[in-house]
């Protein structure tokens, strides 16, 4: 399906939009799609998966890490837990016997630990960030873990705090600019909506300063309300593209993209239509969702996406850039 880029600038004084039509356009189309097969203890398999973050290690291993969420609805006690795994196909992963973070003891992450991405540094290391929700089970931290690997983690506080403008920080993608500052994409919440923020630090530690908004709502559109940071494509360093989530008032989830300049100050160019939207659900009743969690770039040029389906199954989709 394609996307069909648009050359028309958001309507919004507080977005720096650039869209320039002498540029080649950019557009998107989904070519196949697969469903992400776990393989793992009973007690990971027995809950719903959300939130897949998937990187290649230096040895060409896929790695994998999900939100693991209870089926049960009586448990709102629990939103979460973190697994890992490896896969050598980049499909069929098979997990580790423990989660890598749990909940606690500390009451940023009391409630549950959701939306982990993982960032492996030149010397090995692993940073995760993930989503802490505090122990009221109302308000969300951004945290962050580091350690050797990732089954071998220690948690490091909050990388990104709420704030009475920006509350319950979540969903980070972070990415090194051209120019070697480290930017946060972040999700956060106001005006009764969801909402993407930036921040620039020095390092993949921060600190962060909060810069303008990247990108706003569209009137009139799929992602008219709510809008949720995805991963990075950067196969073009010059032209960075995000396959966000949006949503309108109602949570119907969707996924698109938006396609930056090289430091991440402009919009250059932005799908009209969605991506990817959910097949029809097999139970009326099911959340009408698709939303993204990580893109990898394979040895032959395969541009897979990495998507959950109505918060409790997994999926892929490979992506042709037109």
Not at 50 to 75: F, I, N
Request: glycine share 8%.
């Amino acid at each position: 399906m394609s996307t069909s880029s648009t050359t028309t600038a958001i309507a919004d004084p507080h977005v720096k939009d650039r869209v320039d039509p002498s540029r080649t356009p950019i557009d998107f189309n989904v070519k196949q799609i697969d469903d992400v097969v776990l393989q793992g203890p009973p007690a990971l398999m027995a809950r719903d998966l959300m939130s897949p973050y998937v990187w290649r290690d230096p040895g060409g291993r896929y790695g994998l890490m999900v939100r693991a969420v209870p089926r049960a609805a009586d448990r709102p006690e629990d939103t979460g837990v973190i697994w890992a795994g490896w896969s050598d196909d980049g499909r069929s992963f098979t997990m580790s016997d423990a989660p890598s973070i749990l909940p606690g003891p500390g009451d940023e992450d009391a409630g549950g630990v959701e939306d982990p991405t993982v960032i492996v540094m030149p010397d090995g290391r692993y940073v995760v960030y993930y989503t802490g929700v505090r122990s009221d089970m109302a308000h969300g931290e951004l945290c962050y873990a580091e350690g050797p690997s990732p089954d071998r983690l220690t948690k490091s506080g909050v990388a990104l705090a709420s704030s009475k403008s920006e509350g319950n920080t979540k969903e980070a993608t972070v990415d090194r600019s051209v120019s070697g500052d480290w930017r946060l994409f972040y999700e956060y919440a106001a005006d009764e909506a969801s909402r993407i923020g930036l921040a620039i630090g020095p390092s993949e530690q921060g600190p962060w300063t909060e810069q303008p908004t990247p990108f706003m709502p569209r009137e009139d559109s799929w992602d008219d309300w709510h809008l949720s940071t995805g991963p990075l494509l950067r196969d073009d360093p010059e032209r960075p593209v995000m396959f966000y989530n949006g949503a309108t008032r109602d949570a119907r989830w969707r996924i698109g993209w938006v396609a930056f300049d090289r430091d991440y100050r402009h919009v250059i160019d932005r799908g009209i239509q969605p991506l990817i939207t959910p097949p029809p659900a097999d139970d009326r009743g099911a959340t009408d969702i698709a939303f993204a969690g990580s893109v990898v770039v394979a040895d032959d040029g395969a541009i897979w996406l990495y998507y959950s389906l109505e918060d409790r199954r997994l999926a892929r989709a490979r992506i042709r850039r037109s």
